[in-house]
């Protein structure tokens, strides 16, 4: 991985952006860390999801999905855990997008034919788009905001090893920088290909309903004077630190979404914001607490507990329902109480 990067920083000048370093550590075929054999998810992998803790994240999503056109399209559908609660739950046509070869051949062994894989998002879908925790894997543009105006953050390489270094933001990205307000010194993230993805999503759907689960803020959280250093964290072995540079293509390496960003894109390409809560708030409103009525294992418990602890994932990790016009006036039942769209 390291004489890939090499390769490509000497090829384009001494210099690549971030959002380019990122694509490369994560997704380069053979080298990145979502094209590589090792486990990502659960207890053996970098970091766990709310579908690889148990059924229950799952279990309690079927309530929503259920008043919802079929068929479900999952994208990045990780080790298949949520698939494969999901195609248990509701029974119904279950569609894949995953880019990871060596993640769909795990999907495929895990869920057996029960599932349909595809290429692309389809023209002119009809159903529901689930993509949880896929935001945060797309690359990001890396800014700094100085005194002298507005930077991008990018990749070089001294003395064999690799280095931040900037240059002045240009284009589509400093237009964009030009709309937060950030005080100097500040550094911090732009999601520019996550908003194409966003609204090339949107672009496609005929009818139905993205629902969207990561972690993040709005906009005013999210370029808080307080959070000057950005949200850029690695994952290795369970561990979280803020060296994109230590193991390039062996952890994987996130930013916190945008939602005000994502919402925007969305509306561009012609959806509704439908809903917008904490991962919490959207569990209970969608009956968690029935679910658990009906399971009283140990390991259920602690599932919810992560699942709905302020400390864990109930109020950093958020969903975001987004729809298309025939859609707009129906309140969905995981935002039927404490929507927070106002926010966005």
Not at 96 to 113: C, P, Y
Not at 328 to 335: D, N, S, T, V
């Amino acid at each position: 991985m390291l004489a890939r990067l090499r390769e490509e920083i000497g090829r384009n000048g001494g210099w690549i952006s971030f959002a380019r370093y990122m694509e490369l550590v994560l997704y380069e075929p053979g080298l990145g860390y979502y094209a590589g054999a090792m486990p990502k998810f659960g207890a053996a992998g970098d970091f766990v999801t709310a579908p690889e803790l148990g059924s229950l994240f799952g279990r309690t999503l079927a309530r929503q999905i259920e008043a919802l056109p079929y068929p479900v399209l999952e994208i990045g559908a990780g080790s298949g855990a949520l698939a494969e609660t999901l195609i248990a739950e509701l029974g119904c046509p279950y569609l894949v997008l995953e880019t990871s070869g060596e993640l769909r051949a795990r999907q495929e062994a895990r869920l057996r034919g029960a599932a349909r894989w595809l290429a692309d998002v389809p023209h002119a879908f009809r159903g529901v788009v689930v993509a949880n925790e896929v935001l945060d894997a797309i690359p990001v543009h890396a800014v700094a905001w100085r005194e002298g105006g507005v930077f991008e953050r990018g990749v070089t390489v001294q003395a064999g090893r690799l280095h931040w270094s900037e240059r002045p933001a240009t284009g589509e990205l400093l237009a964009a920088a030009r709309e937060i307000d950030a005080v100097p010194p500040y550094v911090s993230e732009i999601g520019l290909q996550a908003r194409a993805w966003v609204r090339s999503l949107a672009e496609r759907l005929a009818s139905g309903v993205v629902l969207v689960f990561d972690y993040g803020f709005p906009a005013a959280e999210y370029y808080h004077p307080q959070r000057s250093a950005g949200t850029l964290m690695c994952h290795f072995r369970h561990t979280t630190h803020a060296d994109v540079f230590a193991r390039p293509g062996l952890e994987d390496i996130t930013a916190h979404v945008d939602f005000s960003a994502a919402a925007r894109a969305a509306h561009g390409g012609g959806l509704r914001v439908l809903g917008y809560a904490t991962q919490a708030q959207f569990l209970v409103n969608c009956g968690i607490t029935d679910v658990l009525a009906l399971d009283h294992r140990p390991q259920t418990a602690a599932e919810a507990q992560t699942l709905l602890s302020p400390a864990e994932m109930g109020e950093l990790f958020k969903a975001l329902a987004l729809g298309t016009a025939d859609f707009a006036g129906r309140r969905l039942l995981g935002f039927s109480r404490h929507d927070r769209s106002h926010t966005l």
